[in-house]
């Protein structure tokens, strides 16, 4: 299998892009062959890393025979575009969560990908982490009966990394909800199966120099009176890594000595030009590859509880919390913490085997992210319609 990889082009050249750099190089089932990029300089960069084609235009993009999916990794607001270039150009899409910021432009990802016969997978998202998908197959296998409740909570410094400007304007898909929610959203659908019915959330924007949503609370109900609390904030000060052995959401041993370090460099900064020049510099061809994370990667503390035990979901296997006995299933070793998702990508282009994270899958979780904010305004339950 691994003699054809998938050959894949990348749009955007960001942020998202260098933190799946490393398990895509690690990956034999996909080959970086072209990208999309507006700026010069990224684009020599990536030529002199990977050679290959690189295009200053999608349309340039999509029109390259050799390139049989294109990881979209462009910002929220630029997906349905660039869906609509690429899926006409007969290319399969891999499209970084959330899929896009409003309803509409997801269904018309979903319409579009549909009319042109090609494949969308919504990712990398948490959901494809190796725990929580073994924890999907315990649970599937049905010796602990349902899944009754989750819990989920996550605490980080999000809201004080560096942001380009619209990433702090909820309406332009700025804020925790439509970035982060996402990730949780994605982690207790897969876990809870099912269909989720509605939503009762509460935000919290409690920066006036960062006027976005920045923590929320949120129960979300699924049929059969389950129900899943998702708990985030992007103005800690505690970090729940700490309940995670001390790993961080990439996968690497978090360094507790650099506690602080988001505020400090943006202490530094004093402008939102300013600011976007900090993220720019943490993108493809300012920065080197990150090494290989050694571990999973994680969304904060996830525990599930069950009819006949609860699951407490680490970034090393699952603690399973029996009636009468406790256990830890390990997680096997992995070629790279994004591995499930390439696997997903690879296995959905050249078997057929299509896995939940699709375009229609992304757009449910990415109304729950909207129910999330519509609940916090108006302080009712918010009903769902596009859960299937
Ligand atoms: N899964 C993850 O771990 C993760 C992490 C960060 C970001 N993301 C997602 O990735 C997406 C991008 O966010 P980011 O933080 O990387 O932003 P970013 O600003 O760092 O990167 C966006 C890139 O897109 C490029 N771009 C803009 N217009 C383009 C065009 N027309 N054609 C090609 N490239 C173009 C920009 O030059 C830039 O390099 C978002 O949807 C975000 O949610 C995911």
């Given at each position: 299998m691994t003699s054809d990889p998938i050959r894949l082009g990348v749009a955007g050249l960001g942020r998202g892009f260098v933190l799946t750099l490393p398990s895509l190089l690690a990956d034999r089932r996909v080959e970086l062959v072209a990208c999309a990029a507006p700026r010069k300089e990224s684009r020599q960069a990536f030529l002199g890393q990977f050679g290959g084609r690189a295009y200053p235009s999608i349309e340039e993009l999509a029109s390259d025979p050799d390139v049989e999916a294109v990881y979209i990794a462009t910002p929220h607001q630029m997906h349905r575009e660039h869906t609509a270039v690429l899926a006409a150009g007969g290319k399969h899409l891999l499209i970084e969560?959330?899929?896009?910021?409003?309803i509409a432009d997801a269904t018309a990802i979903v319409e579009m990908a549909e009319r042109a016969g090609v494949i969308v997978i919504t990712g990398p998202s948490h959901s494809f982490d190796q725990p929580v998908q073994m924890a999907r197959e315990l649970i599937e296998a049905g010796q602990f009966g349902q899944v009754r409740m989750i819990h989920s909570l996550n605490y980080t410094d999000f809201l004080y990394r560096p942001r380009r400007p619209e990433e702090l304007v909820t309406e332009q898909g700025g804020g925790v909800v439509f970035s982060q929610a996402v990730h949780q959203v994605d982690v207790v659908r897969l876990l809870m199966g099912g269909t989720a019915l509605s939503v009762s959330a509460a935000t919290g924007a409690w920066d006036p120099a960062r006027p976005t949503e920045g923590a929320y609370a949120a129960l979300v109900q699924f049929d059969g009176g389950r129900f899943a609390n998702l708990v985030y904030s992007g103005y800690a000060h505690y970090d729940s890594d700490v309940l995670q052995d001390d790993i961080g959401e990439l996968g690497f041993p978090k360094d507790m000595t650099a506690y602080g370090g988001a505020r400090r460099a943006l202490a530094a900064v004093s402008t939102p030009g300013e600011e976007a020049a900090l993220k720019s510099g943490r993108t493809f061809g300012a920065v080197d590859t990150p090494p290989l994370a050694p571990g999973s990667e994680h969304f904060g503390p996830v525990i599930v509880s069950c009819d006949r035990a609860d699951l407490r979901l680490t970034p090393k296997g699952i603690e399973i919390w029996g009636d009468d006995r406790r256990e830890f299933v390990a997680t096997p070793a992995s070629p790279s913490p994004r591995a499930e998702v390439f696997g997903a990508l690879h296995d959905a282009i050249?078997?057929?085997?299509?896995?939940?994270?699709t375009g229609r899958w992304g757009r449910a979780s990415l109304e729950i992210c909207h129910a999330i904010l519509e609940s916090a305004r108006t302080g009712e339950r918010t009903g769902l319609r596009h859960q299937n």
């Open positions: 969560k959330p899929l896009a910021i409003s050249r078997i057929g085997r299509i896995p939940a994270q």
